[in-house]
Protein backbone atom coordinates (compact mmCIF):
# COMPACT_ATOMS: atom_id res chain seq x y z
CA UNK A 1 0.00 0.00 0.00
CA UNK A 2 0.92 3.31 -0.93
CA UNK A 3 0.77 6.29 1.31
CA UNK A 4 -0.23 9.22 -0.15
CA UNK A 5 2.78 11.51 0.66
CA UNK A 6 4.68 8.47 -1.41
CA UNK A 7 1.85 8.34 -4.25
CA UNK A 8 2.93 12.57 -4.22
CA UNK A 9 6.56 11.57 -4.31
CA UNK A 10 6.52 9.27 -6.98
CA UNK A 11 3.89 11.53 -9.39
CA UNK A 12 6.95 14.51 -8.33
CA UNK A 13 9.58 12.08 -10.35
CA UNK A 14 7.16 10.84 -12.87
CA UNK A 15 6.14 14.91 -13.91
CA UNK A 16 10.27 15.37 -13.42
CA UNK A 17 11.35 11.94 -15.50
CA UNK A 18 9.05 13.33 -18.42
CA UNK A 19 10.94 17.14 -18.29
CA UNK A 20 14.30 15.15 -18.53
CA UNK A 21 15.52 15.12 -22.27
CA UNK A 22 16.14 12.28 -24.33
CA UNK A 23 14.25 9.43 -22.06
CA UNK A 24 11.46 9.47 -25.14
CA UNK A 25 9.24 6.80 -24.93
CA UNK A 26 11.32 4.54 -22.57
CA UNK A 27 10.77 7.35 -20.00
CA UNK A 28 6.83 6.78 -20.51
CA UNK A 29 7.24 3.28 -19.07
CA UNK A 30 6.07 5.22 -16.06
CA UNK A 31 6.68 3.35 -12.36
CA UNK A 32 3.65 2.12 -11.91
CA UNK A 33 2.69 1.04 -8.01
CA UNK A 34 4.58 2.42 -5.07
CA UNK A 35 8.66 1.85 -5.55
CA UNK A 36 10.04 3.01 -2.52
CA UNK A 37 10.31 0.67 0.77
CA UNK A 38 7.72 -1.75 -0.93
CA UNK A 39 7.57 -4.90 -0.58
CA UNK A 40 8.43 -6.69 -3.59
CA UNK A 41 11.35 -9.23 -3.72
CA UNK A 42 13.10 -10.39 -6.37
CA UNK A 43 11.49 -8.76 -9.42
CA UNK A 44 12.92 -10.80 -12.39
CA UNK A 45 16.29 -9.09 -13.22
CA UNK A 46 18.54 -12.22 -12.06
CA UNK A 47 17.25 -13.99 -15.22
CA UNK A 48 21.13 -15.91 -15.71
CA UNK A 49 23.06 -14.94 -18.15
CA UNK A 50 22.35 -16.45 -21.96
CA UNK A 51 25.74 -15.32 -23.72
CA UNK A 52 28.58 -16.73 -23.38
CA UNK A 53 30.94 -15.17 -21.02
CA UNK A 54 34.99 -15.46 -21.11
CA UNK A 55 37.71 -13.62 -19.41
CA UNK A 56 41.62 -14.43 -18.63
CA UNK A 57 42.62 -12.65 -15.97
CA UNK A 58 40.84 -11.50 -12.47
CA UNK A 59 40.93 -8.23 -10.55
CA UNK A 60 40.41 -7.32 -7.09
CA UNK A 61 38.19 -4.77 -6.74
CA UNK A 62 38.15 -4.86 -2.88
CA UNK A 63 40.16 -3.05 -0.35
CA UNK A 64 41.38 -4.96 2.61
CA UNK A 65 39.28 -3.74 5.16
CA UNK A 66 40.90 -3.18 9.23
CA UNK A 67 40.05 -1.05 12.13
CA UNK A 68 41.18 2.37 10.20
CA UNK A 69 39.54 2.06 7.24
CA UNK A 70 37.47 4.92 6.53
CA UNK A 71 33.60 4.69 7.15
CA UNK A 72 30.51 7.01 6.60
CA UNK A 73 29.97 6.80 10.56
CA UNK A 74 33.05 8.42 12.97
CA UNK A 75 34.04 5.31 14.71
CA UNK A 76 33.73 5.68 18.71
CA UNK A 77 31.24 8.40 18.23
CA UNK A 78 27.58 8.48 19.61
CA UNK A 79 25.20 9.42 16.69
CA UNK A 80 21.73 10.10 17.08
CA UNK A 81 19.04 9.44 14.72
CA UNK A 82 15.54 9.88 15.03
CA UNK A 83 15.48 10.84 18.43
CA UNK A 84 17.84 7.54 19.12
CA UNK A 85 21.21 7.60 20.56
CA UNK A 86 23.86 4.90 19.41
CA UNK A 87 27.49 4.54 20.01
CA UNK A 88 29.51 3.68 16.99
CA UNK A 89 31.75 0.86 17.91
CA UNK A 90 35.42 2.21 18.52
CA UNK A 91 36.84 0.44 15.59
CA UNK A 92 34.75 -0.42 12.61
CA UNK A 93 36.15 -3.64 12.40
CA UNK A 94 37.42 -5.78 15.09
CA UNK A 95 39.27 -9.09 14.55
CA UNK A 96 39.83 -10.47 18.00
CA UNK A 97 42.34 -13.69 18.75
CA UNK A 98 40.78 -16.84 20.68
CA UNK A 99 43.25 -18.78 19.96
CA UNK A 100 46.32 -18.06 18.41
CA UNK A 101 49.31 -19.79 17.30
CA UNK A 102 51.34 -19.45 19.99
CA UNK A 103 50.51 -21.42 22.39
CA UNK A 104 46.88 -23.00 20.82
CA UNK A 105 48.68 -24.17 17.49
CA UNK A 106 45.49 -22.73 15.70
CA UNK A 107 44.76 -19.21 15.05
CA UNK A 108 40.59 -18.53 14.97
CA UNK A 109 39.68 -14.91 15.99
CA UNK A 110 36.21 -12.93 16.18
CA UNK A 111 34.92 -10.59 13.68
CA UNK A 112 32.81 -7.93 14.60
CA UNK A 113 31.79 -4.85 12.56
CA UNK A 114 28.81 -2.69 11.57
CA UNK A 115 27.82 -4.01 8.52
CA UNK A 116 28.24 -0.97 6.00
CA UNK A 117 32.47 -1.18 6.22
CA UNK A 118 34.85 -1.86 3.30
CA UNK A 119 34.21 -2.72 0.42
CA UNK A 120 30.86 -3.80 0.94
CA UNK A 121 26.85 -4.34 -0.64
CA UNK A 122 23.90 -2.33 0.04
CA UNK A 123 21.00 -4.64 -0.18
CA UNK A 124 17.41 -3.31 -1.00
CA UNK A 125 16.83 -4.15 2.78
CA UNK A 126 19.23 -1.21 3.75
CA UNK A 127 16.89 1.83 2.71
CA UNK A 128 13.71 -0.45 2.55
CA UNK A 129 11.70 -3.21 3.65
CA UNK A 130 12.63 -5.14 0.84
CA UNK A 131 15.65 -8.18 -0.04
CA UNK A 132 18.21 -9.08 2.59
CA UNK A 133 21.83 -10.38 1.30
CA UNK A 134 20.71 -14.15 1.79
CA UNK A 135 17.56 -13.05 -0.89
CA UNK A 136 19.32 -11.99 -3.76
CA UNK A 137 19.39 -14.75 -6.35
CA UNK A 138 22.88 -15.54 -7.04
CA UNK A 139 22.77 -15.09 -10.79
CA UNK A 140 22.53 -11.48 -10.09
CA UNK A 141 25.83 -11.48 -8.59
CA UNK A 142 27.86 -11.90 -11.69
CA UNK A 143 26.92 -8.87 -14.12
CA UNK A 144 28.08 -7.06 -17.14
CA UNK A 145 30.52 -4.25 -15.41
CA UNK A 146 29.80 -0.46 -16.89
CA UNK A 147 32.39 1.96 -15.48
CA UNK A 148 31.66 5.90 -16.08
CA UNK A 149 35.02 7.85 -15.46
CA UNK A 150 34.48 11.23 -13.84
CA UNK A 151 38.10 11.37 -12.38
CA UNK A 152 38.62 14.71 -13.81
CA UNK A 153 35.68 16.53 -12.57
CA UNK A 154 35.44 14.77 -8.96
CA UNK A 155 39.64 15.97 -9.09
CA UNK A 156 38.02 19.70 -9.25
CA UNK A 157 35.08 19.45 -6.73
CA UNK A 158 34.78 16.50 -3.92
CA UNK A 159 31.00 17.20 -4.55
CA UNK A 160 31.15 16.36 -8.31
CA UNK A 161 28.27 13.56 -9.27
CA UNK A 162 27.96 11.33 -12.03
CA UNK A 163 24.59 12.86 -13.73
CA UNK A 164 22.83 11.89 -16.54
CA UNK A 165 25.03 13.53 -19.27
CA UNK A 166 27.93 11.22 -17.94
CA UNK A 167 25.99 7.83 -18.73
CA UNK A 168 24.95 9.73 -22.35
CA UNK A 169 28.89 10.65 -23.20
CA UNK A 170 28.78 6.46 -21.93
CA UNK A 171 26.40 5.41 -24.42
CA UNK A 172 27.61 7.43 -27.51
CA UNK A 173 31.05 5.78 -27.22
CA UNK A 174 30.02 2.22 -25.94
CA UNK A 175 26.44 1.67 -26.70
CA UNK A 176 23.21 1.00 -24.96
CA UNK A 177 24.11 0.28 -21.37
CA UNK A 178 23.44 -3.38 -21.34
CA UNK A 179 20.93 -5.05 -19.53
CA UNK A 180 21.64 -6.58 -16.10
CA UNK A 181 24.83 -4.29 -15.83
CA UNK A 182 26.30 -3.38 -12.51
CA UNK A 183 27.29 0.64 -13.63
CA UNK A 184 30.39 1.55 -11.33
CA UNK A 185 31.50 5.60 -10.92
CA UNK A 186 35.08 5.70 -11.37
CA UNK A 187 35.95 9.28 -9.29
CA UNK A 188 39.61 7.68 -8.22
CA UNK A 189 38.65 8.28 -4.72
CA UNK A 190 39.87 4.93 -3.82
CA UNK A 191 43.53 6.36 -4.13
CA UNK A 192 42.66 8.43 -1.47
CA UNK A 193 41.77 5.64 1.15
CA UNK A 194 44.17 6.43 3.71
CA UNK A 195 44.85 10.39 3.38
CA UNK A 196 42.02 13.18 4.80
CA UNK A 197 41.16 13.45 1.44
CA UNK A 198 38.56 10.66 1.12
CA UNK A 199 36.55 12.27 3.44
CA UNK A 200 37.65 15.51 1.92
CA UNK A 201 35.91 17.38 5.34
CA UNK A 202 34.32 20.97 4.55
CA UNK A 203 34.41 23.85 7.37
CA UNK A 204 31.41 22.10 9.16
CA UNK A 205 32.98 18.97 9.34
CA UNK A 206 30.92 17.04 7.07
CA UNK A 207 32.54 14.65 4.67
CA UNK A 208 32.63 15.73 0.82
CA UNK A 209 32.57 13.35 -1.87
CA UNK A 210 31.73 12.50 -5.74
CA UNK A 211 28.58 10.40 -6.15
CA UNK A 212 25.25 10.06 -8.23
CA UNK A 213 22.77 12.07 -9.27
CA UNK A 214 19.48 11.29 -8.47
CA UNK A 215 18.34 11.86 -12.65
CA UNK A 216 21.20 9.58 -13.41
CA UNK A 217 19.45 6.87 -10.77
CA UNK A 218 16.01 7.56 -12.25
CA UNK A 219 17.47 7.34 -16.19
CA UNK A 220 19.15 3.79 -15.10
CA UNK A 221 15.59 2.68 -13.90
CA UNK A 222 13.22 3.62 -16.18
CA UNK A 223 15.10 3.47 -19.71
CA UNK A 224 17.78 1.26 -19.13
CA UNK A 225 18.16 -2.45 -16.67
CA UNK A 226 20.62 -2.23 -14.77
CA UNK A 227 20.93 -4.31 -11.55
CA UNK A 228 22.88 -2.82 -9.62
CA UNK A 229 25.40 0.30 -8.80
CA UNK A 230 28.67 1.06 -7.51
CA UNK A 231 30.91 3.61 -6.33
CA UNK A 232 34.91 3.90 -5.07
CA UNK A 233 33.26 6.36 -2.47
CA UNK A 234 31.63 5.17 0.95
CA UNK A 235 28.08 6.32 -0.01
CA UNK A 236 25.74 6.84 -3.05
CA UNK A 237 24.62 10.02 -1.49
CA UNK A 238 26.43 13.11 -0.87
CA UNK A 239 25.74 16.74 0.23
CA UNK A 240 23.25 17.39 -3.20
CA UNK A 241 21.37 14.84 -1.72
CA UNK A 242 21.07 14.91 1.99
CA UNK A 243 18.15 13.31 2.90
CA UNK A 244 19.93 9.96 0.93
CA UNK A 245 17.70 10.17 -2.30
CA UNK A 246 19.86 7.72 -4.34
CA UNK A 247 19.51 5.04 -1.49
CA UNK A 248 15.58 5.48 -0.85
CA UNK A 249 15.13 5.33 -4.84
CA UNK A 250 17.53 2.44 -5.76
CA UNK A 251 17.12 -0.23 -2.96
CA UNK A 252 13.05 0.97 -2.44
CA UNK A 253 13.00 -0.80 -5.94
CA UNK A 254 14.67 -4.34 -5.23
CA UNK A 255 17.98 -3.03 -6.41
CA UNK A 256 21.24 -3.32 -5.14
CA UNK A 257 24.75 -1.69 -4.74
CA UNK A 258 28.15 -1.62 -3.56
CA UNK A 259 30.45 0.79 -1.87
CA UNK A 260 34.09 1.67 -1.48
CA UNK A 261 35.11 -0.42 -4.77
CA UNK A 262 38.67 -0.39 -5.58
CA UNK A 263 41.07 -0.39 -8.82
CA UNK A 264 38.51 0.68 -11.48
CA UNK A 265 41.31 2.11 -13.42
CA UNK A 266 42.81 -1.37 -13.96
CA UNK A 267 39.33 -2.41 -15.71
CA UNK A 268 38.01 -1.37 -19.14
CA UNK A 269 34.84 0.95 -19.26
CA UNK A 270 33.15 -1.98 -21.41
CA UNK A 271 33.07 -5.51 -21.30
CA UNK A 272 34.38 -6.91 -17.93
CA UNK A 273 32.29 -8.65 -15.72
CA UNK A 274 31.88 -8.11 -12.02
CA UNK A 275 31.52 -10.96 -9.44
CA UNK A 276 30.50 -10.04 -5.98
CA UNK A 277 31.39 -12.49 -3.37
CA UNK A 278 28.55 -11.52 -0.87
CA UNK A 279 28.19 -13.83 1.96
CA UNK A 280 24.87 -15.05 2.45
CA UNK A 281 24.36 -14.03 6.08
CA UNK A 282 20.88 -14.70 6.50
CA UNK A 283 18.87 -11.19 7.64
CA UNK A 284 21.63 -8.75 6.39
CA UNK A 285 21.26 -5.50 4.84
CA UNK A 286 24.54 -5.90 3.37
CA UNK A 287 28.30 -6.75 4.61
CA UNK A 288 31.86 -6.40 3.61
CA UNK A 289 32.11 -8.81 0.72
CA UNK A 290 34.61 -9.82 -1.80
CA UNK A 291 34.45 -8.21 -5.45
CA UNK A 292 36.14 -8.86 -8.73
CA UNK A 293 36.34 -8.41 -12.21
CA UNK A 294 36.61 -10.89 -14.54
CA UNK A 295 38.18 -9.45 -17.60
CA UNK B 1 64.35 -22.42 11.28
CA UNK B 2 63.24 -25.98 11.85
CA UNK B 3 62.83 -27.65 15.01
CA UNK B 4 64.17 -31.55 15.28
CA UNK B 5 60.54 -32.66 15.92
CA UNK B 6 59.50 -31.08 12.90
CA UNK B 7 62.83 -32.57 9.88
CA UNK B 8 62.07 -35.72 11.68
CA UNK B 9 57.96 -35.38 10.55
CA UNK B 10 58.92 -34.61 7.03
CA UNK B 11 61.68 -37.40 6.93
CA UNK B 12 58.82 -39.80 7.87
CA UNK B 13 56.79 -38.15 5.35
CA UNK B 14 58.93 -38.15 2.74
CA UNK B 15 59.57 -42.11 3.54
CA UNK B 16 56.22 -42.78 3.79
CA UNK B 17 55.60 -40.96 0.29
CA UNK B 18 57.79 -43.10 -1.28
CA UNK B 19 55.93 -46.26 -0.42
CA UNK B 20 52.88 -44.36 -2.23
CA UNK B 21 52.73 -46.42 -5.15
CA UNK B 22 52.09 -44.59 -8.42
CA UNK B 23 53.84 -41.21 -7.29
CA UNK B 24 57.36 -42.38 -9.63
CA UNK B 25 59.19 -39.05 -10.41
CA UNK B 26 57.00 -36.58 -8.95
CA UNK B 27 57.15 -38.00 -5.43
CA UNK B 28 60.70 -38.11 -5.88
CA UNK B 29 60.69 -34.23 -5.67
CA UNK B 30 60.70 -34.32 -1.85
CA UNK B 31 59.68 -31.66 0.13
CA UNK B 32 62.73 -29.75 0.50
CA UNK B 33 62.93 -26.89 3.63
CA UNK B 34 61.03 -26.97 6.44
CA UNK B 35 56.96 -26.93 5.49
CA UNK B 36 54.79 -27.30 8.30
CA UNK B 37 53.91 -24.04 10.20
CA UNK B 38 56.73 -22.48 8.32
CA UNK B 39 56.59 -18.66 7.24
CA UNK B 40 57.07 -19.12 3.43
CA UNK B 41 53.85 -17.10 1.98
CA UNK B 42 52.71 -16.80 -1.73
CA UNK B 43 54.51 -19.78 -3.19
CA UNK B 44 53.41 -18.56 -6.90
CA UNK B 45 50.81 -20.87 -6.79
CA UNK B 46 48.49 -17.73 -7.94
CA UNK B 47 50.27 -17.26 -11.93
CA UNK B 48 47.14 -15.72 -13.29
CA UNK B 49 45.43 -18.29 -15.74
CA UNK B 50 46.88 -18.18 -19.43
CA UNK B 51 43.78 -19.91 -20.75
CA UNK B 52 40.20 -18.12 -21.55
CA UNK B 53 37.61 -19.40 -19.25
CA UNK B 54 34.19 -19.52 -20.68
CA UNK B 55 30.79 -20.11 -18.27
CA UNK B 56 27.19 -19.11 -18.78
CA UNK B 57 25.94 -20.39 -15.54
CA UNK B 58 26.25 -19.82 -12.05
CA UNK B 59 25.86 -21.95 -9.29
CA UNK B 60 25.68 -21.07 -6.00
CA UNK B 61 28.29 -23.51 -3.43
CA UNK B 62 27.50 -21.44 -0.32
CA UNK B 63 24.98 -22.21 2.45
CA UNK B 64 23.40 -19.08 3.78
CA UNK B 65 25.00 -18.56 7.34
CA UNK B 66 22.32 -18.28 10.43
CA UNK B 67 22.32 -18.83 14.12
CA UNK B 68 21.71 -22.81 13.95
CA UNK B 69 24.07 -23.80 11.35
CA UNK B 70 25.64 -26.24 12.67
CA UNK B 71 29.18 -25.90 13.31
CA UNK B 72 32.77 -28.24 14.40
CA UNK B 73 32.48 -26.54 17.86
CA UNK B 74 29.20 -26.82 20.15
CA UNK B 75 27.79 -23.43 20.50
CA UNK B 76 26.84 -22.11 23.58
CA UNK B 77 29.80 -24.90 25.52
CA UNK B 78 32.86 -24.81 27.05
CA UNK B 79 36.10 -25.87 25.68
CA UNK B 80 39.27 -26.72 26.83
CA UNK B 81 42.39 -26.11 24.80
CA UNK B 82 46.09 -27.15 25.74
CA UNK B 83 44.66 -26.06 29.28
CA UNK B 84 42.91 -23.17 28.33
CA UNK B 85 39.48 -22.47 29.00
CA UNK B 86 37.16 -20.80 26.76
CA UNK B 87 33.42 -19.86 26.25
CA UNK B 88 32.23 -20.87 22.72
CA UNK B 89 29.17 -17.84 22.07
CA UNK B 90 25.65 -19.10 22.29
CA UNK B 91 24.96 -18.48 18.54
CA UNK B 92 27.85 -19.13 15.70
CA UNK B 93 26.71 -15.77 14.07
CA UNK B 94 24.91 -13.36 15.80
CA UNK B 95 23.47 -10.33 13.59
CA UNK B 96 22.00 -7.77 16.08
CA UNK B 97 20.07 -4.97 14.93
CA UNK B 98 21.31 -1.26 15.63
CA UNK B 99 18.87 0.74 13.49
CA UNK B 100 15.60 -0.74 12.14
CA UNK B 101 13.19 -0.16 9.46
CA UNK B 102 10.78 0.60 12.44
CA UNK B 103 11.48 3.56 13.38
CA UNK B 104 15.04 4.38 12.09
CA UNK B 105 14.01 3.86 7.96
CA UNK B 106 17.39 2.17 7.98
CA UNK B 107 18.56 -0.93 8.42
CA UNK B 108 22.06 -1.73 9.82
CA UNK B 109 23.21 -5.07 12.33
CA UNK B 110 25.99 -5.34 13.91
CA UNK B 111 27.73 -8.89 12.77
CA UNK B 112 29.81 -10.99 15.43
CA UNK B 113 31.39 -14.58 14.29
CA UNK B 114 33.98 -17.19 15.13
CA UNK B 115 35.39 -17.02 11.48
CA UNK B 116 35.69 -20.88 10.78
CA UNK B 117 31.68 -20.48 10.96
CA UNK B 118 29.27 -21.47 7.65
CA UNK B 119 30.76 -21.64 4.15
CA UNK B 120 33.74 -20.61 4.96
CA UNK B 121 37.71 -20.60 3.96
CA UNK B 122 40.96 -21.94 5.93
CA UNK B 123 43.78 -19.49 5.31
CA UNK B 124 46.63 -21.17 5.77
CA UNK B 125 47.40 -19.36 8.95
CA UNK B 126 44.60 -21.49 10.40
CA UNK B 127 47.07 -24.01 11.40
CA UNK B 128 50.30 -22.27 10.59
CA UNK B 129 51.98 -18.92 10.98
CA UNK B 130 51.43 -18.66 6.91
CA UNK B 131 49.45 -16.47 5.06
CA UNK B 132 45.79 -15.03 6.58
CA UNK B 133 42.85 -14.31 4.07
CA UNK B 134 44.14 -10.66 2.92
CA UNK B 135 47.47 -12.01 2.06
CA UNK B 136 45.97 -14.55 -0.42
CA UNK B 137 46.75 -13.18 -4.55
CA UNK B 138 43.11 -12.78 -6.09
CA UNK B 139 44.08 -14.75 -8.79
CA UNK B 140 43.77 -17.78 -6.44
CA UNK B 141 40.46 -17.66 -5.56
CA UNK B 142 39.34 -18.46 -8.93
CA UNK B 143 40.57 -21.85 -9.82
CA UNK B 144 39.48 -24.99 -12.03
CA UNK B 145 36.84 -26.77 -10.38
CA UNK B 146 37.82 -30.60 -9.62
CA UNK B 147 34.68 -32.83 -7.81
CA UNK B 148 35.45 -36.19 -7.04
CA UNK B 149 32.16 -38.29 -5.32
CA UNK B 150 32.37 -40.43 -2.60
CA UNK B 151 28.37 -39.86 -1.65
CA UNK B 152 28.14 -43.89 -2.01
CA UNK B 153 30.63 -44.61 0.49
CA UNK B 154 30.20 -42.00 2.60
CA UNK B 155 25.77 -43.00 2.79
CA UNK B 156 27.33 -46.21 4.37
CA UNK B 157 30.07 -44.89 6.53
CA UNK B 158 29.61 -41.43 7.98
CA UNK B 159 33.50 -41.27 8.50
CA UNK B 160 34.33 -42.29 5.02
CA UNK B 161 37.66 -40.86 3.31
CA UNK B 162 38.30 -39.31 -0.10
CA UNK B 163 41.59 -41.72 -0.38
CA UNK B 164 44.56 -42.09 -2.94
CA UNK B 165 42.33 -44.76 -4.96
CA UNK B 166 39.81 -42.06 -5.47
CA UNK B 167 41.96 -39.11 -7.13
CA UNK B 168 43.40 -41.91 -9.44
CA UNK B 169 39.72 -43.05 -10.30
CA UNK B 170 38.96 -39.46 -11.06
CA UNK B 171 41.66 -39.28 -13.21
CA UNK B 172 41.33 -42.39 -15.09
CA UNK B 173 38.13 -40.74 -16.21
CA UNK B 174 38.75 -37.38 -16.43
CA UNK B 175 42.53 -37.32 -17.13
CA UNK B 176 45.05 -35.15 -14.49
CA UNK B 177 44.20 -33.44 -12.21
CA UNK B 178 44.79 -29.80 -13.82
CA UNK B 179 47.10 -27.01 -13.11
CA UNK B 180 46.00 -24.63 -9.83
CA UNK B 181 42.49 -27.22 -9.44
CA UNK B 182 40.68 -26.59 -6.05
CA UNK B 183 39.96 -30.16 -5.74
CA UNK B 184 36.60 -30.43 -3.80
CA UNK B 185 35.32 -33.63 -1.99
CA UNK B 186 31.25 -34.45 -2.84
CA UNK B 187 30.32 -36.62 -0.07
CA UNK B 188 26.81 -35.39 -0.24
CA UNK B 189 27.02 -34.05 3.14
CA UNK B 190 25.03 -30.89 2.19
CA UNK B 191 21.91 -32.43 2.17
CA UNK B 192 21.77 -33.22 5.83
CA UNK B 193 22.65 -29.79 7.28
CA UNK B 194 19.58 -29.21 9.25
CA UNK B 195 19.28 -32.53 10.26
CA UNK B 196 21.30 -34.77 13.02
CA UNK B 197 23.25 -36.62 10.27
CA UNK B 198 25.41 -33.46 9.50
CA UNK B 199 27.08 -34.34 12.61
CA UNK B 200 26.09 -38.12 12.96
CA UNK B 201 27.09 -38.40 16.37
CA UNK B 202 28.59 -41.62 17.95
CA UNK B 203 28.08 -42.81 21.59
CA UNK B 204 30.50 -40.79 22.86
CA UNK B 205 29.07 -37.69 21.83
CA UNK B 206 32.10 -37.08 18.61
CA UNK B 207 30.42 -36.30 15.48
CA UNK B 208 31.34 -38.47 12.35
CA UNK B 209 31.60 -36.69 8.39
CA UNK B 210 33.22 -37.62 5.95
CA UNK B 211 37.09 -35.86 5.01
CA UNK B 212 39.89 -36.22 3.07
CA UNK B 213 42.85 -39.47 3.27
CA UNK B 214 46.46 -37.94 4.19
CA UNK B 215 47.72 -40.16 1.34
CA UNK B 216 45.03 -37.98 -0.63
CA UNK B 217 46.43 -35.22 0.46
CA UNK B 218 50.22 -35.62 -0.10
CA UNK B 219 49.26 -36.95 -3.76
CA UNK B 220 47.95 -33.43 -4.29
CA UNK B 221 50.98 -32.05 -2.99
CA UNK B 222 53.62 -34.11 -4.16
CA UNK B 223 52.27 -35.38 -7.72
CA UNK B 224 50.13 -32.27 -8.78
CA UNK B 225 50.03 -28.57 -8.69
CA UNK B 226 46.62 -28.13 -6.25
CA UNK B 227 45.88 -24.59 -4.85
CA UNK B 228 42.85 -25.48 -2.53
CA UNK B 229 41.02 -28.35 -1.12
CA UNK B 230 37.04 -28.07 -0.61
CA UNK B 231 34.78 -30.36 1.48
CA UNK B 232 31.25 -30.61 1.88
CA UNK B 233 31.35 -31.18 5.98
CA UNK B 234 32.75 -28.93 8.43
CA UNK B 235 36.17 -29.98 8.42
CA UNK B 236 38.99 -32.00 6.19
CA UNK B 237 40.04 -34.26 9.37
CA UNK B 238 37.60 -36.44 10.41
CA UNK B 239 38.40 -39.48 13.36
CA UNK B 240 40.63 -41.02 11.21
CA UNK B 241 43.10 -38.03 12.07
CA UNK B 242 42.54 -37.06 15.63
CA UNK B 243 45.81 -35.09 15.26
CA UNK B 244 44.37 -32.72 12.47
CA UNK B 245 47.10 -33.99 10.30
CA UNK B 246 45.27 -32.83 7.03
CA UNK B 247 44.73 -29.23 8.21
CA UNK B 248 48.52 -29.05 9.60
CA UNK B 249 49.84 -30.26 6.01
CA UNK B 250 48.19 -28.88 3.58
CA UNK B 251 47.60 -25.01 5.29
CA UNK B 252 51.24 -25.70 6.21
CA UNK B 253 52.28 -25.76 2.73
CA UNK B 254 50.87 -22.32 2.33
CA UNK B 255 47.54 -24.04 0.71
CA UNK B 256 43.97 -23.20 1.50
CA UNK B 257 40.65 -24.84 1.61
CA UNK B 258 36.97 -24.23 2.08
CA UNK B 259 34.25 -26.36 4.58
CA UNK B 260 30.51 -26.29 4.15
CA UNK B 261 30.31 -25.94 0.74
CA UNK B 262 27.21 -26.90 -0.94
CA UNK B 263 25.38 -28.04 -3.89
CA UNK B 264 28.77 -29.87 -5.62
CA UNK B 265 25.58 -31.97 -7.43
CA UNK B 266 24.84 -29.28 -9.57
CA UNK B 267 28.66 -28.61 -10.88
CA UNK B 268 30.24 -30.81 -13.43
CA UNK B 269 33.06 -33.41 -12.05
CA UNK B 270 35.55 -31.17 -14.44
CA UNK B 271 35.03 -28.28 -16.75
CA UNK B 272 33.98 -25.63 -13.59
CA UNK B 273 35.26 -22.78 -12.41
CA UNK B 274 35.19 -21.81 -8.29
CA UNK B 275 35.03 -18.39 -7.43
CA UNK B 276 35.88 -17.71 -3.53
CA UNK B 277 34.48 -14.33 -2.74
CA UNK B 278 36.43 -14.02 0.39
CA UNK B 279 36.04 -11.15 2.32
CA UNK B 280 39.97 -9.08 2.94
CA UNK B 281 39.78 -8.85 6.54
CA UNK B 282 43.34 -8.02 7.55
CA UNK B 283 44.58 -10.62 10.14
CA UNK B 284 41.79 -13.11 9.13
CA UNK B 285 42.45 -16.68 9.84
CA UNK B 286 39.86 -17.88 7.41
CA UNK B 287 35.94 -16.62 7.32
CA UNK B 288 32.35 -16.67 6.23
CA UNK B 289 32.70 -16.38 2.05
CA UNK B 290 30.26 -16.27 -0.84
CA UNK B 291 31.52 -19.48 -2.94
CA UNK B 292 30.04 -19.87 -6.50
CA UNK B 293 30.69 -22.39 -9.68
CA UNK B 294 30.38 -20.51 -12.97
CA UNK B 295 29.68 -23.32 -15.36
Known amino acids: MCSPAIIEQVKKRISRRNALAGLGAAGATAASGCLPGAKAKNKGWGSKPEEQV ?20 EAGVEVTTRGKRTFVP ?40 GSTVDEIPVEDLVLPLVVVDIKARAAKDPLALLNIEDLRAWEDEHGPIPDRACVAMNSGWDKHVGSPRYKSLDEEGKHRQPA ?36 YRWLGDERW ?10 VPAKGATIVVGQP ?5 SGGPNRTMALV
Open 54 to 73: SFSRVVDLSHTLHPEFPAWF
Open 90 to 129: PAIVEVKPVFEWEPDKVNLNQVTYWEHVGTHMDAPAHFSE
Open 212 to 247: FHIDAIEYLMEARKVVAIAVDTFSFDNQHSPGSDVH
Open 257 to 266: GLENVNNLDE
Open 280 to 284: SIKGG
